[in-house]
């Protein structure tokens, strides 16, 4: 049976372009048997609709002028390009037969959306300001080509209406260690924090504006007590005034992953219902780093992993110098010392790691693995997608776009969620959103009193 799949491995191998597409790995193809393939310049075309031509031609390694020359029937792209382009459009996941719409706020590199679009979910809006992480969110959902930027700026009557809401909106005002450098700034943090603290009243006009009929709200474990709890009384409060049934958990990723991650969700409905997290199906056995780190029988993968000797080894680029290797080694004896805790944490395959947080970019002392007769080491962004869950079985694997450097890729997993557990919530909360009798049409005196009219 191996030798079948060797076998098959290296007839599709041969049949592919020097340059696989970015996300699509050798792995994923040893799965996939060899189909016959038509040469047209139909997929061209079909690509070009989510894609422009300077992108297709950098993902397929040729230029602009054959993109063209192919999209108008003046020459036919080789087999090789059309197998190549068919991986890249199957990306495409979105559902044929949506059963329901969901718009993705402060949408970062789209792990919440990833969650629901399973669960034949169709996005229909997506708002998310910084270029890098539009550009990976551009990469794994080909049809988001209209990405809207500062939610602040958006009329909430001119989103399009749409079943769910769902938001992780940002987090430093109200996380500890965004506090704590806040107040050492002498800036104001939470809901006084002029730029970033007030957009959760954003949502809530939005909420307003199109009363969906639910909503999935993801924040760090502090918002809870934050300001001694009258942040998280006042966001509560908000919602249910706007007749929204809210439930809340502090949920740890654990489970699903080999990373202790504990994260803050709020479940809403526009008609009471019983929902329960705890009705959320958690894995029986839960994985390890072991589970996530690259390992010698992998393909490699161009600037994370390479091939020595005939095994996969992670780039050393990723081991610690001997020169930050004892600055951090010093500083967390400095901090044992103080009685303060780590200060970094080094980790073998049977562990499970620290949070990862967005400023992993800057030494990685949170998660660093350990490695025979070397320095320890830092996750490389492909090992982050899968503590994050983005990357796992069955799902295609998450595009890191190469103008994308490790510590933007970096920054985006440490905002993110994971995957698996925004996946769980959904499918708990779906069956509910779903039953149209719970949601009966808004009547006419209901409707003069809202500020638009429900997509019901
Ligand atoms: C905590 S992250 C959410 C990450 C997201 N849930 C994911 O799965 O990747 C918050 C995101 O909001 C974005 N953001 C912050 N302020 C914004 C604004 N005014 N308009 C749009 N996006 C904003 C940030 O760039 C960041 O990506």
Redesign the pocket.
């Known amino acids: 049976m191996a030798g079948i799949v060797t076998v098959k491995l290296r007839r599709i191998q041969m049949t592919m372009p020097r340059q696989l597409p970015t996300g699509v790995t050798a792995d994923r193809l040893s799965v996939m048997p060899p189909r016959k393939v038509r040469r047209t310049s139909a997929p061209i075309r079909r690509a070009l609709r989510y894609m422009s031509q300077e992108e297709l031609a950098a993902r397929l390694g040729v230029s602009g002028r054959t993109i063209r020359r192919w999209a108008v029937g003046e020459s036919v792209p080789k087999t090789a390009y059309i197998t190549a382009l068919s991986h890249l459009l199957e990306r495409d996941n979105r559902p044929r037969y949506p059963q329901f719409s969901f718009v993705d706020l ?7 959306r990833r969650g629901f679009e399973v669960l034949n979910g169709r996005c229909v809006f997506t ?4 270029s890098f ?1 539009t550009k990976t969110y551009k990469a794994n959902f080909p049809d988001a080509d209209d990405i809207a ?4 700026k958006i009329d909430p009557t001119s989103i399009p209406d749409h079943d769910v809401l769902l938001a ?4 430093q005002p109200f996380s500890l260690a965004g506090v704590s450098k806040k107040n050492s700034l002498g800036r104001e943090h939470g809901f006084k924090d002029e730029a ?1 603290g007030t ?1 959760f009243f954003n949502v809530l006009k939005i909420l307003e504006a199109k009363r969906p009929r639910g909503f999935l709200l ?1 924040n760090v474990k502090n918002l809870r007590s934050h300001d001694r709890g009258r942040t998280y009384a006042v966001i509560r409060g908000a919602l249910t005034e706007l007749g929204y049934t809210v439930f809340d958990q502090t949920i740890d990723a654990r489970p699903w992953v080999p990373q202790r991650r504990e994260r803050i969700f709020l479940a809403g409905f526009r008609t009471p219902v019983s929902f329960s997290f705890d009705g959320i199906d958690r894995p029986a056995s839960s994985p390890t780093l072991r589970d996530i780190l690259h390992h010698n029988g992998e393909e490699p993968e161009g600037h994370f992993t390479l091939r020595e000797r005939g095994r996969t080894i992670v780039d050393p680029r990723y081991t610690l110098s001997d020169h930050l290797w004892s600055y951090l080694q010093a500083y967390a004896a400095k901090h044992r010392a103080k009685g303060n805790g780590f200060g970094c944490s080094v980790f073998k395959g049977t562990d499970i790691a620290r949070t990862l947080s967005a400023r992993y970019h800057k030494d990685g002392s949170e998660i660093l693995i350990e490695q025979r007769g070397k320095n320890p080491r830092r996750l490389t962004p492909r090992e982050c997608a899968r503590l994050m869950g983005f990357d796992r079985e069955g799902a295609p694997p998450h595009v890191i776009p190469q103008s994308v450097s490790d510590t933007q890729a970096y920054r ?1 997993f440490g ?3 994971v995957v698996p557990v925004v996946e769980a919530i959904a499918r708990e909360m779906m069956p509910r959103i779903l039953q149209p009798e719970l949601y009966p049409p808004v009547d006419e005196q209901q409707l003069s009193l809202l500020p638009s009219q429900s997509s019901d």
């Open positions: 402060f949408a970062g590199i789209g792990g919440l708002s998310e300001w910084d992480a930027g500062d939610i602040t992780g909106f940002p987090c970033q957009l993801e985006q905002n993110s969620v």
